[in-house]
């Protein structure tokens, strides 16, 4: 059993940055394949990034040249810094795992999710 808490969400104007983090419990998870997803009120989960369990980043076409995503393995945490944010990004933020060591943007791929962590962008 993995489980996921992510921090770091909150309220930020539009062109400003967050660093979410996601921190997993359990000795596996620098083989694990690790994603954001968001949600937005009224609308389908969105897969936003994943990285491999080498690092390995893929990024939905939103977010390509604003987020990153990058892991630290030796603290268990994978991270999501977002830049240049903007009124859409506003969502609930997840962080999920999956257990094999690529990634997936399918949501359904995944295996353990976290509870989320708001990020609401003003304008």
């Known amino acids: 059993q993995v489980q996921l808490v992510e921090s770091g969400g909150g309220l930020v104007q539009a062109g400003g940055s967050l660093r979410l983090s996601c921190t997993a419990s359990?000795?596996?998870?620098?083989?694990?394949?690790m994603g954001w997803f968001r949600q937005a009120p009224g609308k389908e989960r969105e897969f936003v990034a994943t990285?491999?369990?080498?690092?390995?980043?893929y990024y939905a076409d939103s977010v390509k040249g604003r987020f990153t995503i990058s892991r630290y393995n030796a603290k268990n945490t994978v991270y999501l810094q977002m830049n240049t944010l903007k009124p859409e990004d506003t969502a609930l933020y997840y962080c999920?795992?999956?257990?094999?060591?690529?990634?997936?943007?399918?949501?359904?791929?995944?295996?353990?999710w976290g509870q989320g962590t708001q990020v609401t962008v003003s304008s």
């Open positions: 999920a795992a999956r257990t094999v060591s690529y990634g997936s943007s399918r949501s359904n791929d995944y295996d353990y």
């Open positions: 359990g000795r596996t998870f620098s083989s694990y394949a």
């Open positions: 990285v491999s369990y080498i690092g390995t980043p």
